[in-house]
């Protein structure tokens, strides 16, 4: 007789405990176009142009989202933007990168990696549900964007051949907002990660349509736009922006 209460209990957990765990998830692919420069060390290195001198171009990557809300508050936001950028140019400018000066003309390869991790817990705003009879749907919350950073440049000095680089970790908190327009099966979706410090910040925006095909499957494109400014952080100055476009595939649960 335990065993059989046991069970039972055990099937309405997951019974009636389950649809209240509302989400989603997704992946896409994503272009990205950077443009902007950084400055390595801060105080001696060249401001090196990632397209004039170092030719770095677009890249489509990969991406994935995970939404879950919970029967307790908060919700979680999982995000991660893996991005790697390639380029070969002969520079116009002598530039010094950490303790190497390339040269005028000299032919250097560089490769950037600035992968991006998002943690974000948020509350959804019930009030602009009721205001707008369900048209919208507002989140705010706290995000935490791990940046994996890691900065190559190959190219010859002296007729040898050198690499310099710097790799960099760091965890950036940032205020996290949402706000959707539902309408029938098309979905409008806005949202903005942001902090500010001391003459730095970095923010993220990004725009989304969705159509729902069935009653769990939505596809999406949309527009994502980043800005990072950065004086003297770990060595590291830099003004930089990403534009991206993506396309994305998800369900909903």
Sequence with gaps: MRKVVLS????????FGAPLIHGEVSVGA??????????????????????????????????????LELPIIPNIYLQYLPMKFDGTNKIPVEITYGDTTFTQDALVNTSVKVDHYDVALYYNLPFVGLLTNGLLDGEIGLNVRVVDFDGKIR?????????????????????YGGLSFNISRVSLIGEIRWISAEGNYLYDLTGEARLKLLPLLF???????????????????????IQSVFASVGLTF
Excluded at 8 to 15: A, D, H, V
Excluded at 155 to 175: C, D, H, L, W, Y
């Design 219 to 241: 596809v999406g494109a949309g527009y994502r736009y980043e800005k990072l400014k950065l004086s003297d952080v770990q060595d590291v100055s830099a003004n930089i922006e």
């Design 155 to 175: 190219g010859e000095v002296n007729n040898q051949v050198v690499e310099e680089s710097k790799t960099a970790t760091v965890p950036i908190p940032m205020v």
């Design 8 to 15: 039972i209990l055990t099937l309405g957990t997951f019974s």
């Design 30 to 67: 994503m272009s990205h176009d950077p443009s902007g420069y950084i400055q390595y060390p801060a105080d001696t290195g060249t401001q090196i142009d990632l397209e004039r001198d170092l030719g770095l171009d677009k890249t489509t990557r990969p991406f994935a989202r995970l939404k």
